[in-house]
Every structure is written in structure tokens, then in C-alpha cells.
């Protein structure tokens, strides 16, 4: 027993040095992240506090000391509200398209630069494809709604194609405004997500390539075989990511896109928050969406992670 005691000493004195010396070899590095944790904190979970308000009937006058509490009061009201449940399934409905055209069409596009063998044209596109992404959602919104409108340029190109006999109101059509959200979103954020998926295809060893092409294999084989199960953990980590934030879809595409006619269908979880919660000086109103929307992310996570980690594939946790 006394050498067992004595073994385990020098084991953990070892692993102690080990961390400091780490830590000293990495110090720029931390001393870079310092601002992030720093940002983090202030805005991310400082504003937790604030959580209680969902808890009072609060007054600005009176502040979170002087509000009464009235428990779960809100969430039973927020439960009872049909307005409430059309958001959530608009909110889950557009997620849901923008998670799958999204991570899709990313994939895809950058599949389809990494076969690319002309450097220059690559780079062109690359540089291209990024752009959107640093456009504002007034500019964009703008170019959706003028190319979709009657005199737009695809109802004009549907027409000369003779595919239809007269424009199309796409902007006035309710059950075609979440696609023209999804649409407009994968248009913008396409290739800015993609750089990802680009950058995980670059470490994939080419010794498989150069075998896969002494075996005869065409490229669409050596997509389907080795470029994509060689990323797939990439994959599955920014899909947990992106279902995690399935219900945090926020407003300005829905804002700007709609109109009173499709209103129906624009309404958010965050519209709804801000125009029936502070909008209506709601404080309390508007914080327990906030907690829900809080809470179903957190589930989410947890539940496909916890699926990601049984089928073996990426796992954040």
C-alpha cells in the first residue's frame, strides 16, 4: 500500500507540470482568446440575471427588486396564445427548410469547387460565392422582391419560356413565402458556408484519390466514397450546430420579405416577441419566449448530439 501512495505522487506532480508548461507554451494564444471569454461573459451570460423577469409582472419603475413575482403566470399565458403556436410553427417550418436547402447546397457548391481543377477560375468563384454573404438583408430583400415581382426577371424568363401564360404574384402568395426565405438565405449564406466543408476536403489524404483513379474510379465515385465520408464528421457537427439554433431563425429575412398579405406566415418566434412582448411593453411577456426558445435550443443539442454519438459519427460533446 505505502508504494502504491508513493507512485501516485510523482504521477500527479508530472501532470501538474505538464499543464503549466502547456499553458506557457500557449500563452499568445490564450492571451487572444482573453477578449472572446471577456464579450462572452458581459453579453451572453451576465444578461441571464435578467431571466427573472419572466418570473414578475415587471415595472420598469419598480425594477426586478420592487416587481412582483407572479410565477409561471406568463408561461401559462404564452401557452394559451394561438398566436403564439402559429409563430412556433412558422419559426420550425423555415428552420427546418433552411437546415436541409442550406447544409445541402453548401455541400454541393463545395463539392463541386473541389473538383475544380482551374486555379484561377476557382479562386474567381470562391471569391464570388462570399459576397452575399457581407450584403446587408435590405439589399437583398430589394433584389428577391424586384426579381420576383410581375415585371421581374423571373416571371419575364418563365414567360419567354412559354412555362406559363401570365406573371406569377410569388411576393402575394402565402404558401410560397417560407421557399422565398429559404431561397433567398441559401443565396446569401452559400458560400460563405461552404469554407468550412472546403477547408475539411483540403486534409483528406490523396493517397486515396491516386488509388481511387488506379482502381478507375470516376469523379463522381471518389465524390460519393471518400470525399464525403471523410468530412461526414464535419458535417454532423455543424448540422447538430445548425439544429441547435433551429428555432433561432431570427426576423429581418421574415420582416423585410413580407407583407400584410402573407403575414400569416411571416410571423416568428422573434417578431412575435417583439411586437407582442416589448413591443406591447410585455417585458415579462417577451423574456419567457426568450427562456423557451432558450430552453428548446438547449434540448435540441443535447438530444442530437447524444444521437450523433451513438451512430459514431461528430459529436460536439
Given at each position: 500500500?505505502?508504494?502504491?501512495?508513493l507512485?501516485?505522487?510523482?504521477?500527479?506532480?508530472?501532470?501538474?507540470?505538464?499543464?503549466?508548461?502547456?499553458?506557457?507554451?500557449?500563452?499568445?494564444?490564450?492571451?487572444?482568446?482573453?477578449?472572446?471569454?471577456?464579450?462572452?461573459i458581459?453579453f451572453?451570460?451576465?444578461?441571464?440575471?435578467?431571466?427573472i423577469?419572466?418570473?414578475?409582472?415587471?415595472?420598469?419603475?419598480?425594477?426586478?427588486?420592487?416587481?412582483?413575482?407572479?410565477?409561471?403566470?406568463?408561461?401559462?399565458?404564452?401557452?394559451?396564445d394561438?398566436?403564439?403556436?402559429?409563430?412556433?410553427?412558422?419559426?420550425?417550418?423555415?428552420?427546418?427548410?433552411?437546415?436541409?436547402?442550406?447544409?445541402?447546397?453548401s455541400?454541393?457548391?463545395?463539392?463541386?469547387?473541389n473538383?475544380?481543377?482551374?486555379?484561377?477560375?476557382?479562386?474567381?468563384?470562391?471569391?464570388?460565392?462570399?459576397?452575399?454573404?457581407?450584403?446587408?438583408?435590405?439589399?437583398?430583400?430589394?433584389?428577391?422582391?424586384?426579381?420576383l415581382?410581375?415585371n421581374?426577371?423571373?416571371?419575364?424568363?418563365?414567360?419567354?419560356?412559354?412555362?406559363?401564360?401570365?406573371?406569377?404574384?410569388?411576393?402575394?402568395?402565402?404558401?410560397?413565402?417560407?421557399?422565398?426565405v429559404?431561397f433567398?438565405?441559401?443565396?446569401k449564406e452559400?458560400?460563405?458556408?461552404a469554407?468550412?466543408?472546403?477547408?475539411?476536403?483540403?486534409?483528406?489524404?490523396?493517397?486515396m484519390?491516386?488509388?481511387?483513379?488506379?482502381?478507375?474510379?470516376?469523379?463522381?465515385?471518389?465524390?460519393?466514397?471518400?470525399?464525403?465520408?471523410?468530412?461526414?464528421?464535419?458535417?454532423?457537427?455543424?448540422?447538430?450546430?445548425?439544429?441547435?439554433?433551429?428555432?433561432?431563425?431570427?426576423?429581418?429575412?421574415?420582416?423585410?420579405?413580407?407583407?400584410?398579405?402573407?403575414?400569416?406566415?411571416?410571423?416568428?418566434?422573434?417578431?412575435?416577441?417583439?411586437?407582442y412582448?416589448?413591443?406591447?411593453?410585455?417585458?415579462?411577456?417577451?423574456?419567457?419566449?426568450?427562456?423557451?426558445?432558450?430552453?428548446?435550443?438547449?434540448?435540441?443539442?443535447?438530444?442530437?448530439?447524444?444521437?450523433?454519438?451513438?451512430?459514431?459519427?461528430?459529436?460536439?460533446?
Amino acid at each position: 500500500m505505502e508504494n502504491v501512495g508513493l507512485e501516485r505522487v510523482p504521477k500527479k506532480a508530472k501532470k501538474k507540470r505538464n499543464v503549466w508548461k502547456a499553458i506557457k507554451e500557449q500563452k499568445l494564444l490564450i492571451l487572444m482568446v482573453v477578449p472572446l471569454v471577456i464579450w462572452l461573459i458581459v453579453f451572453c451570460y451576465v444578461p441571464l440575471g435578467g431571466w427573472i423577469m419572466a418570473f414578475q409582472d415587471y415595472k420598469p419603475a419598480s425594477g426586478i427588486l420592487g416587481s412582483a413575482f407572479v410565477g409561471l403566470k406568463h408561461f401559462k399565458a404564452l401557452f394559451q396564445d394561438d398566436l403564439f403556436y402559429s409563430s412556433l410553427i412558422n419559426t420550425l417550418g423555415m428552420g427546418s427548410l433552411g437546415i436541409i436547402f442550406g447544409t445541402g447546397s453548401s455541400i454541393l457548391f463545395a463539392l463541386l469547387l473541389n473538383e475544380l481543377r482551374f486555379t484561377r477560375f476557382k479562386k474567381f468563384t470562391q471569391t464570388v460565392s462570399y459576397l452575399p454573404h457581407f450584403v446587408s438583408w435590405v439589399i437583398v430583400a430589394n433584389i428577391v422582391t424586384t426579381m420576383l415581382s410581375t415585371n421581374g426577371v423571373v416571371n419575364q424568363l418563365l414567360m419567354t419560356i412559354h412555362l406559363i401564360s401570365e406573371p406569377i404574384q410569388f411576393m402575394s402568395d402565402p404558401s410560397k413565402f417560407w421557399f422565398i426565405v429559404t431561397f433567398a438565405d441559401v443565396w446569401k449564406e452559400m458560400g460563405w458556408n461552404a469554407i468550412i466543408y472546403l477547408a475539411a476536403m483540403v486534409s483528406i489524404d490523396r493517397e486515396m484519390y491516386e488509388a481511387a483513379d488506379i482502381d478507375g474510379a470516376t469523379r463522381l465515385q471518389k465524390m460519393w466514397s471518400i470525399t464525403l465520408p471523410s468530412i461526414r464528421p464535419i458535417i454532423m457537427v455543424l448540422l447538430i450546430m445548425s439544429i441547435g439554433n433551429l428555432i433561432n431563425i431570427g426576423f429581418e429575412k421574415q420582416m423585410l420579405l413580407g407583407n400584410n398579405i402573407v403575414a400569416d406566415k411571416a410571423l416568428v418566434l422573434d417578431k412575435y416577441a417583439l411586437d407582442y412582448g416589448i413591443g406591447m411593453f410585455r417585458y415579462s411577456y417577451g423574456t419567457a419566449i426568450g427562456i423557451f426558445k432558450s430552453v428548446v435550443s438547449v434540448i435540441l443539442i443535447f438530444t442530437f448530439n447524444k444521437i450523433a454519438s451513438k451512430t459514431g459519427e461528430g459529436q460536439l460533446m
